[in-house]
Every structure is written in C-alpha cells, then in structure tokens.
C-alpha cells in the first residue's frame, strides 16, 4: 500500500501555510495541532495480528473492521438491542425458525468500484467458515462446516440470500452474530484476484483491504499506525474527516502530554490521574461509554497448583478489588465478578468477593500448599493491566504466593495465550456481538477440551473441562423466551463465580479525551462500534479560525 505520510505532510505545510498568513494580518497564533479534515487518534494498538475480517478478533482490530466493512445488519449504538440495516434492508425468518432471508439495498458499491452483490455476501460468509480461523466459531456454532456451508449460505437472486441454521436459534442471538467482524462483507472479484494457491486471498488481505464501509485502509505499520481515509463510494453519509490517523502510543501519559499539545485529537488511553490533571483543561473534554468489555486473570488447569479448586477460590479472595476501584479504574471501570457485562440479558451485579487474606491461607492449607506456590502471570505492558497486575503480586505474597510477572506486548502475551501454555493470564474480552452467548460461550462453555479441539474458547485456553456447563449454554441460546433465558444466565453466573478459574476484575467504562474542537465522538458498547467517520472538527471563531487566531491551529 502506499505511504499516507507524503498526504499528511503536504497538509502540514498547508498549516504552516496558514500561519504564517495568520500572523501577517495581526492574528494570535494557537497551539500546534492536526489538519481539520483529519483526526488523529492515540491508542495502545499493538494487539492488532491481522486487518483480514475472516481472521481479525482482536479489540483494536474490531474498531478498524467497524469503519472499513459493511455487515448484512448492524445495532444501533444508541440502544444496541436494536438491529438497524446495514446491506441488508429486509430481513425475515422462517416459520420453524431455522431459514433466515435477506434482502440487500440497491447500488452498493465497494471502495474499488465493484458492485456489491448478493455473491459477495454469500461468499464472504462462506470463506469465514473455509478459512475456519479464530472468529469462525460465531458461524460454525450455527451448523456450517466446511462441507455443508455452500449448500447452507447460498444466493437466490442478485439482491438476495439465505442463511439454514442447523436448529430453531433465539433469532436475535443469529441478527446479532451477523453484526460481528467476522461477518463483515468482501468484495469477491477483488479478493479472488489476489488469491494464491486456493488461500481465498489470506495471504494479501493481512495487509490489505476489500471492503466498502464509510472509511477505507490506507495503511497499517505494525506498532506503530493505521491510516484510515474517505470511502467516496460508501452508500450512506460520508465520512466527514478526510482520513483517520491512528498511532500507536501505550504510555497514558505521553497521550496526555500530546493531546495537551494539540499534536493528537482524541487519546484513548488515559489513566484516572491524567483524566483528573486535564479536568480544569477548557481546552480538554471527554466522553465514556460503559463497554461491553471485561477484565479477569485466569488460571491454566494445566497448572497442578492453580488446578485446586481450592487455589482458584484462594486467589479470588487474594485481590483487592476496593483498591483497584477507587484508584487504578476510577471513572475508567466498576468492579465487576461475572462473565456478562451489565447491559446483556442475564448479566449479575454480585459482588460477594473482597480481599481477605486469612480466608485465602485457609483454602491454600486446605489445598495441601501451606506455604504458598510459584507461579507466573503473563501481562500487557499497558495500564491499567500494569498496575493491576503489580498490586495482585503484592497481595498474593501475603498468602505466601510467590508471583513472578513476565511482561510483554500484547501479540507475545496473546500468542502464548491461546497455545495455553501460560500460568496466569491477565486479559480482557470484549463482546463480539449484543447477545449473552458472546460471553457465555467462551467463559463457559467448552465442548473439547483436548489439544487438538477446533472451538477453542477461553474455557479451552484455560484447560477448564466444562461438560455439564456447557450444556446449559448450549440450552440457553436456544431458549426463545427471554424471561427464562434470562435466568438460565443468572444460574451458569453463579456456578460461574464459585468454580471457575477465571478471577473476573471489572468491566470497563472507556473513556476518550479530546481537543475543545471535537464533536460527535461516541464510544461504541463494543469495539467496532466506535465511528470515527462521524467526528468533525471546527473552529469556534467562525470562518475557519480559532478564536483570536487561525483555524490551522497553529504553533506560537
């Protein structure tokens, strides 16, 4: 792909440009800051392995997928029990509730020019399921296999399709599946001319794009940024910046340092002591949405010690969730102990865990470890993780558990991860679509616990053999009465949180800071639900100028 910086940096002269007009009629020059048709963006980006939908499941990844494809449907960020139409602007289910048709909106069109057609919906379903990477699992879980999907997802007409699910689903459990990344829609002709060696185009679409949505890529440099620019072939409003600049920055505090300059727009990383320094900022605001987003430690059974259902409820009690909610996440999360996120069907507000070290040594006695253990907990390099993860090595100690922490990026940390051959793990996971099932069948539910398993959830991860709970999530996403599926999911949380080795910690509330001339930035519930394509950036001086100087911002 060709480099965005040669654009970005003619831009910056016209700035510079601007300026020095600006203080040739008299006029006080502002802070430095980012071209107006452009928003810059900072954020710890490192977890993104892939821009291929088929492939893509990490947080920052999802936000990218957002912008750059087109889904059948998607929901409304406002009430995300909502579908809105996407492609598709008719949909219906059968009688017996396993054939599901869709009508898809007329002139489409992908960023290359192609028209968008129901052969490329059709196809791109069908190669998440033949490439049967990460996120394939929120298609196969609906009976397509590799043998069956093309006989199952199939085209009826130039505007419509069908999808045969292998049992009568909760409908809103199917719609909201088809919100995810992995459904996203693929311009075929594009991918297949890239193809290489029957991969269904894999090895150019890492890097690349075939999409159609209201911003396109541009570019990725590992690390370090996304550049992200108007589609004007996106059939709905367009994109009101001209591009979107992502870089990757960890550290909370030289994001600050950078919005405060006015080099960055938008940070989205800050920690509750640089939201609290910039709260007097008149030149800073934020905004927070509570996210469908959960952090936990969990704990490998393939471990020996952390096998003890002893030791699992030991570290329950060994983390000191008072301290963590009114420092480490404060305005930025809300102490949180069961799988579901508050917002989805079922999700539980009990909290019956706090730090008691006495209760911990007891169940370590119990288990036969007097003495404590050693163990090692692998970690992002990223707050609040960090901190967190810092403060829990401290408390365990208390109890005699030696916790050695091993650092890393998160693709080193994800990596190992899920091969499962970590001890400890501290993560987050984010909904991948508005339905309790996204949480409940990776945190409980794990249908093969061996090596070799294809479904490879969290529960798998952690080599957490789950049978009878498994059974109960696959009963609950079948259940299509939601008052009862609603308690089917306030039981498995409560086995949940007495038996599992997950030691769940909060769920975030995300929080963006950004310059005074920002506006229409809503952080989405779930991480591809951020659209960066409706923000705008003005000058509040009228006329394209700051007040008391040019709207190029510019440096003193």
């Not at 939908?53 to 960020?77: K, Q």
């Not at 069908?126 to 879980?141: C, E, G, N, S």
């Not at 209760?359 to 390099?381: Q, W």
């Not at 779930?526 to 100087?549: F, I, N, Q, R």
Request: glycine share 6%.
């Amino acid at each position: 792909m060709k480099s965005a910086l040669p654009v970005l940096n003619r831009r910056l002269l016209g700035v510079a440009a601007a300026c020095a007009l600006a203080i040739s009629h008299g006029l006080t020059p502002a802070l430095a800051a980012t071209p107006k048709d452009t928003v810059v963006v900072a954020w710890a980006i490192d977890d993104i392995i892939t821009m291929d939908p088929g492939e893509s499941f990490e947080i920052s990844a999802g936000e990218i997928m957002g912008h750059a494809y087109d889904r059948l449907v998607r929901y409304d960020v406002n009430d995300p029990s909502k579908l809105v139409a996407d492609v598709a602007t008719k949909w219906s289910v059968s009688a017996d509730g396993k054939t599901y048709s869709f009508e898809l909106r007329p002139g489409v069109k992908f960023a290359s020019g192609n028209a968008l057609t129901a052969e490329d919906v059709v196809y791109s379903l069908q190669r998440a399921v033949l490439l049967d990477k990460t996120p394939a699992f929120i298609m196969t879980q609906f009976g397509f296999t590799k043998d069956n999907v093309k006989d199952k997802i199939k085209q009826t007409g130039p505007l419509t399709l069908t999808l045969e699910t292998d049992k009568s689903y909760a409908p809103t459990f199917v719609y909201n599946c088809l919100t995810a990344n992995v459904a996203s829609i693929l311009d075929k002709k594009l991918v297949m001319s890239k193809e290489v060696n029957g991969d269904l185009g894999y090895g150019w679409l890492k890097t690349n794009y075939a999409g159609s949505g209201a911003l396109k890529l541009r570019e990725w440099r590992a690390n370090e940024i996304v550049a992200l620019e108007r589609n004007d072939n996106y059939y709905g409003d367009k994109s009101k910046p001209a591009r979107v600049i992502y870089r990757h920055i960890k550290e909370a505090a030289t994001q600050r340092l950078l919005l405060e300059k006015g080099d960055i727009d938008i940070a989205r990383n800050l920690q509750p002591q640089d939201l609290a320094a910039l709260a007097s900022n008149k030149d800073i605001k934020t905004t927070a949405t509570p996210k469908g987003t959960v952090y936990y430690f969990s704990l490998n059974q393939k471990n020996p010690n952390l096998a003890k259902p002893e030791v699992r409820e030991a570290l329950k009690w060994l983390v000191d969730y008072a301290a963590i909610g009114d420092t480490m996440i404060k305005n930025i999360g809300v102490v949180h102990q069961n799988f579901l996120p508050v917002g989805l069907l079922g999700a539980s507000t009990e909290r019956p865990y706090k730090l008691d070290v006495d209760k911990a040594k007891a169940l370590l006695a119990k288990a036969g470890l007097p003495n404590g253990f050693k163990v090692t907990i692998d970690m992002r390099t990223v707050q609040p993780v960090q901190g967190i993860t810092e403060n829990f090595q401290q408390t365990a100690k208390r109890a005699g558990i030696d916790v050695e922490i091993l650092p890393g990026d998160a693709k080193q940390t994800l990596t190992k991860y899920r091969a499962r051959t970590h001890d400890i793990y501290i993560g987050q996971w984010g909904a991948d679509y508005w339905d309790p099932h996204t949480n409940a069948d990776t945190f409980v539910r794990n249908p093969d616990n061996s090596d070799a398993a294809k479904s490879k959830p969290l529960a798998w991860r952690n080599g957490w053999d789950i049978p009878e709970l498994t059974k109960k999530a696959d009963a609950a996403v079948l259940e299509r009465d939601a008052n009862k599926r609603k308690v089917m999911y306030e039981e498995m949380q409560s086995d949940f949180r007495k038996t599992s080795p997950f030691v769940m910690l909060f769920q975030q509330t995300e929080v963006a800071a950004m310059r005074s001339d920002v506006q229409g930035l809503k952080i989405g519930p779930t991480s591809d639900s951020t659209y960066m394509h409706k923000v705008t950036k003005y000058a509040p001086g009228g006329a394209g100028l700051e007040p008391g100087g040019a709207g190029a911002n510019c440096a003193p």
